[in-house]
């Protein structure tokens, strides 16, 4: 690597383009269960929901650049719906929409705030339903 200004050794510095360079990153993650049902999920790192009913969430309003991955555990059934706050989702076919649906083990999506009012979906997937809905 091009290490130009060490900030805590090798571990952790910048480049000759201001770029971090760092030896690993750890993602916050957040499990979301039946008992946090209601309240708001973080707009960044991952997001883990594992319920057996239909449950909901509230999603923080995005941080321009920051991502976040929501999905569901291996043993999750049922929808859960997760709702950001203030802000607009835009799929990747340019469909705009208000909620995420996450039904069954395994299904995911990431998000990446655009602005503090618009989520951009960067993927979607699995054997099970992840979709965007209005």
Known sequence: ??????????????DSNDNVLAEGVRLNVVAATSDTTG????????V??????NDGWSLTDPAP?????LMTG??????????????????SIGEA?????????G????L????????????IGSSATAAISS
Do not use: Q
């Not at 299904?107 to 990431?110: E, K, N, T, V, Y």
């Not at 990446?112 to 993927?123: D, F």
């Open 112 to 123: 990446i705030g655009l602005s503090t009012a618009l989520w951009r979906v960067t993927s």
């Open 97 to 105: 929409g208000s909620a995420i649906a996450l039904s069954g083990g």
């Open 107 to 110: 299904a995911h999506i990431s």
């Open 39 to 46: 309240t708001a999920l973080p707009n960044h790192g991952l």
């Open 74 to 91: 291996s043993t999750s059934t049922g929808t859960h719906t997760i709702t950001p706050a203030a802000a607009t989702i835009l799929s």
């Open 48 to 53: 883990t929901v594992e319920t057996t009913t």
């Open 1 to 14: 690597y091009d290490y130009v200004t060490s900030i805590h050794g090798r571990r952790l510095a910048l």
């Open 65 to 69: 650049g920051c991502e976040v991955t």
